[in-house]
């Protein structure tokens, strides 16, 4: 296990991932990576291709449809 601290980066905070961590998440720089945040913890995963195909849709669908839903939530 390895302790790092957060940073203030921009106007965000951010943690520097060391070397060895990626390397064992198998993880590279540029990779797209879906977040987790739960009560005391933060979950970093790589997302799949599956996975930003089917958000695409689904932001397509939201997008196209915006008007209907909002009238289908009344």
Avoid: C, H, W
Wanted: zero cysteines; glycine letters at 8%.
């Amino acid at each position: 296990m390895i302790t790092t601290k957060l940073q203030k980066l921009g106007n965000s905070t951010g943690v520097v991932l060391p070397r060895k961590v990626l390397a064992a998440a198998r993880l590279e720089l540029g990779d797209e990576v879906l977040l987790n945040a739960e009560e005391g913890r933060i979950e970093i995963t790589k997302t799949e291709e599956g996975y930003n195909r089917a958000m695409e849709i689904g932001r397509a669908f939201s997008q196209r449809y915006r008007q209907t839903m909002a009238i289908l939530s009344r």
